[in-house]
T-cell receptor
Framework: GAGVSQTPSNKVTEKGKYVELRCDPISGHTALYWYRQSLGQGPEFLIYFQGTGAADDSGLPNDRFFAVRPEGSVSTLKIQRTERGDSAVYLC?????????????FGEGSRLTVL | GEDVEQSLFLSVREGDSSVINCTYTDSSSTYLYWYKQEPGAGLQLLTYIFSNMDMKQDQRLTVLLNKKDKHLSLRIADTQTGDSAIYFCAETAGGSYIPTFGRGTSLIVHP
């Protein structure tokens, strides 16, 4: 596809369960970002990949959150022992970082609800 | 630390101009952005301004940057009902590739 694709679009889970959220970036984009957006808030940075490596993971709230991008394309955000406070829309974005306006291309998000 | 602040709501009549304001704290900001989010959709870049510019115009959109006051504004001329959305101000600080976003301003355009 032409844009950033995120799956699932909606996920309802129970407290304590494990969740994986997937992001397919735009082909050729080397930079990939995960943000979290709670109701009424702006996107909050979680982690940024340049290629396969996490260049900055300072936004991950705690060690229950982890993300990988093993082949420098698709990324998975993993949340262990989910809590009700993890409920939010998880946004993925990608960018070329070439020629520097830094435009991010966002997916539509994965809405996570923890009951 | 970085912080980006916006007013939460703006209501305008169709055909009027809208002005959405944003303040930021990081004096090393290099790029400042306006993103638009329509219901159920991802954020989409509307326009951006480099920190050494004061103004940028793009069709109905005018961005004004006051570096001294760390104030950014987005003016939409001849606002249409299709402009109803949430508008996010964002910045990247010097050397960073990670934009920091404000909470968003919900623009409501009524006939």
């Amino acid at each position: 596809g032409a844009g950033v694709s995120q799956t699932p679009s909606n996920k309802v889970t129970e407290k304590g369960k494990y969740v994986e959220l997937r992001c397919d970036p735009i082909s050729g984009h080397t930079a990939l970002y995960w943000y979290r957006q709670s109701l009424g808030q702006g996107p909050e940075f979680l982690i940024y990949f340049q290629g396969t490596g996490a260049a900055d993971d300072s936004g991950l709230p705690n060690d229950r959150f982890f993300a990988v991008r093993p082949e420098g394309s698709v990324s998975t955000l993993k949340i262990q022992r989910t809590e009700r406070g993890d409920s939010a829309v998880y946004l993925c974005a990608s960018s070329t970082l070439a020629g520097g306006t830094g435009e991010l291309f966002f997916g539509e998000g994965s809405r996570l609800t923890v009951l | 630390g970085e912080d980006v602040e916006q007013s939460l709501f703006l209501s305008v009549r169709e055909g009027d101009s809208s002005v959405i304001n944003c303040t930021y704290t990081d004096s090393s900001s290099t790029y400042l952005y306006w993103y638009k989010q329509e219901p159920g959709a991802g954020l989409q870049l509307l326009t951006y301004i480099f920190s050494n510019m004061d103004m940028k115009q793009d069709q109905r959109l005018t961005v004004l940057l006051n570096k001294k006051d760390k104030h950014l504004s987005l003016r939409i001329a001849d606002t249409q009902t299709g402009d109803s959305a949430i508008y996010f101000c964002a910045e990247t600080a010097g050397g960073s590739y990670i934009p920091t976003f404000g909470r968003g301003t919900s623009l409501i355009v009524h006939p």
